[in-house]
């Protein structure tokens, strides 16, 4: 469990350092696949002898079939394979296709591409030698599952399995002991027994390997060890030295007004160089304080007076950085990708925060990784803002130690109440990604008592999501829920996550008019968002399930038919929806709704058919007509929809129909 025990009260933490997850990563195409339970399970994935791997610490029965149909193009083959306990998937994949894991609810989803295969957060085996029981291997790992037995037909061999729950914490590479291997893993743990004695054990800490006659475990290598330490030591290289946030750092806000003043009077009463450097002192100062438009109407006038200052690379981060503070990505990815930025940590740390911005949070996750650390001497109104966007990209990447770093630095850095709410937030979405969903409602509940709007929102949204997923809640408490934000945050990605998920619960209550209401009010608003064309698709879907799949059987055919015409436009073309008009046609006609019925065959003919099936929906059509007592009418459909080299038998019925019309009208 990780707690930062963030709260309306206080913002401290008392984070352990867990490790875990994955997700995809933009790029080349990516295969879904998605393994649904109904409850927490530890899974297990890894390579072997050329097949995929996937274990579930219990048991299950899948549609193999239909997870192959799902992911055709990256899975070859797929088998269930029997063991005494858990669940064995095999698959053999496309070459290069390797998967990224992520969670939706208690389902585990897969992602596919061509990757390389590697843990997020690849778990060190721990040798412990000096134990009066006799020496053994420790993983470290919270929330290990069972150790799972299973012998390995392909290869005759045994091995013990144990999945785990926190995502993409695995093993990088393969530790070789005399008698006992661990191998490499995406996810969980795989130990592979070279003496028949080997026991291997989940606790609450991790996973204990030992044996009864005692393990032989190598000495430790101290130069290897001194090497891993000198990593953590490595020297960031800056574009500004610490000492230029000195002063936005002690102060924050506490003298910024009267600081910024001394600052333009300063200028004011300089000349020549000295005039411009306290220009560039001023900028420093409220880039430091997060006042992005600001420091851009300083660095106009620096650049008025001097234009090759443009060419340095603290004019560029400045001035690229303040964009990223405004929002500006685009304009800033001009200023921070300048060749002035490439060697420095601090320049690469800009680039892949503006990144992240943007949204690709996993592409930036790397490189934050290696140079986040840059912004621990920045001044906290920047430095908060970053570091929840560092904890962001963390998480969405699957690595919750790095992640639980950064959230413990900001929450120990006195953040505002709208800070603490954010960071309740992704407290709330890092709880999730390990499994711990009540701690994620806890944390998500606190953040939803807030005054940060966008936070508030996002926290009703995924705490309504995830509560949806545990069958906390029912479809119809997930609308109510919803409603009741929909028109709290406007325009962005956040209010079209919940107009879709709204359109989704009112399809399952079926309430299906409000449904598609919802997604055409998205695909409206949203026409230019990248997902546009899906919200369409599944609007289109939906409504060929109404009329073509029966499902509109459950309301009235008055109904059926209002809704019907509300939406029309949705229709498919050809056959499909050709089935589907003649389909509600049939059924308004048999609850003597005829002249309805006979109005949507009346478009077939006129506008969507021709050959055999114009003749044959026109018999149809002069049939209601007659029934609706309309003899005229009838003939007129008979007429409308001659066509040549029609079936005798057709022809016969369509000349009894219309002597039947001439019989009605007396002539």
């Known amino acids: 469990h990780i707690s930062l025990g963030i709260s309306r009260a206080k913002a401290q933490t008392t984070a352990p350092k867990v490790l875990s997850p994955a997700g995809p990563d933009g790029g080349n195409e990516i295969v879904t696949v998605r393994?649904?339970?109904?409850?927490?399970?530890?899974?297990?994935?890894?390579r072997r002898a050329g097949a995929l791997w996937i274990v579930f610490d219990k048991a299950k029965r899948f549609d193999v079939e239909k997870i192959?149909?799902?992911?055709?193009?990256?899975?070859?083959?797929?088998?269930?394979v029997s063991a005494p306990r858990g669940t064995f998937l095999r698959l053999s994949t496309s070459p290069g296709m390797n998967p990224s894991i992520r969670r939706d609810g208690y389902a585990w989803v897969l992602d596919f591409k061509k990757q390389p295969m590697a843990a997020q957060t690849p778990i060190e085996a721990k040798l412990q030698r000096t134990l009066a029981s006799g020496p053994r291997i420790f993983l470290p790992m919270v929330q290990a599952?069972?150790?799972l037995p299973f012998h390995d037909a392909s290869i005759?061999?045994?091995?013990?399995?144990?999945?785990?729950?926190?995502?993409?914490?695995?093993?990088?590479?393969?530790?070789?002991?005399?008698?006992?291997?661990?191998?490499?893993?995406?996810?969980?743990?795989?130990i592979q027994p070279r003496i028949d004695d080997v026991i291997v054990r989940s606790t609450s800490k991790g996973v204990q390997i030992y044996s009864s006659s005692k393990l032989s475990l190598s000495p430790p290598d101290p130069k290897a060890e001194a090497k891993s330490r000198i990593r953590t030591l490595s020297v960031m290289k800056r574009i500004f030295k610490s000492d230029v946030w000195r002063l936005a750092r002690l102060e924050g806000m506490k003298e910024f007004n009267q600081t910024r003043q001394e600052m333009m009077a300063q200028i004011a009463n300089s000349r020549g160089n000295a005039k411009q450097n306290a220009r560039i002192v001023l900028a420093q100062y409220l880039f430091g304080q997060n006042f992005g438009y600001e420091t851009l109407?300083?660095?106009?006038?620096?650049?008025?007076?001097?234009?090759?200052?443009?060419?340095?690379?603290?004019?560029?981060?400045l001035r690229g950085g303040s964009k990223f503070l405004i929002g500006r990505y685009e304009e800033a990815d001009k200023d921070l990708g300048h060749p002035s930025l490439n060697e420095s940590d601090e320049g690469q740390f800009w680039r892949a925060i503006n990144q992240a911005g943007r949204g690709a949070l996993v592409a930036a996750s790397g490189a934050l990784k290696a140079t986040g650390k840059i912004i621990l001497s920045y001044p906290k109104r920047i430095k908060i803002p970053l570091g929840l966007l560092i904890a962001e990209a963390a998480v969405r990447a699957g690595d919750v130690e790095f992640a639980t770093n950064y959230l413990q630095m900001i929450s120990e850095d006195e953040p505002t109440d709208k800070e603490v709410d954010q960071l309740a937030l992704v407290e709330g979405k890092l709880q999730q990604l390990v499994g711990e969903f009540d701690a994620a409602v806890e944390a998500w509940e606190s953040a939803t008592e807030g005054e940060h709007r966008p936070s508030v929102v996002q926290a009703i949204l995924r705490k309504v999501d995830l509560d949806l997923s545990r069958k906390v809640i029912k479809a119809k408490k997930g609308i109510e829920e919803l409603e009741r934000i929909r028109f709290s945050w406007r325009g962005d990605d956040i209010e079209l996550k919940i107009l879709r998920k709204l359109g989704r619960l009112y399809f399952e209550v079926e309430d299906y008019r409000n449904g598609l209401r919802t997604l055409r009010s998205a695909a409206s608003h949203f026409g230019a968002h990248p997902d546009a064309p899906k919200i369409a698709e599944e609007m289109s879907g939906a409504f060929v399930d109404l009329y073509l799949k029966d499902v509109a059987d459950s309301m009235s055919a008055v109904k059926a038919i209002a809704l019907f015409e509300e939406f029309k436009e949705l229709t498919p073309a050809g056959e499909q929806g050709n089935v589907m008009i003649q389909k509600l046609a049939d059924r308004l006609a048999q609850v003597d709704l005829l002249e309805k019925a006979a109005k949507l065959l009346t478009l077939q003919v006129e506008f969507r058919l021709q050959g055999e099936e114009k003749a044959r929906v026109g018999a149809r059509l002069a049939t209601i007509r007659l029934l609706n007592k309309q003899p005229g009418l009838a003939a007129d459909a008979i007429t409308n929809s001659d066509e040549k080299d029609i079936p005798p038998f057709l022809e016969s019925q369509r000349r009894q129909l219309l002597a039947r019309s001439y019989i009605d009208q007396g002539l």
Not at 68 to 80: F, G, H, I
Not at 161 to 167: H, S, W
Not at 297 to 317: D, H, K, T, Y
Request: net charge neutral.
């Open 35 to 46: 393994l649904g339970w109904d409850e927490p399970v530890a899974a297990a994935v890894f």
């Open 68 to 80: 192959k149909e799902q992911a055709k193009k990256a899975v070859l083959s797929l088998d269930q």
């Open 145 to 147: 599952g069972e150790a």
């Open 156 to 190: 005759g061999d045994n091995l013990v399995i144990v999945p785990i729950i926190p995502l993409s914490n695995g093993i990088n590479k393969r530790h070789s002991y005399p008698e006992v291997r661990i191998l490499p893993t995406l996810q969980g743990f795989v």
């Open 297 to 317: 109407g300083v660095l106009r006038q620096i650049q008025n007076v001097n234009p090759s200052i443009e060419s340095s690379a603290g004019f560029r981060l």
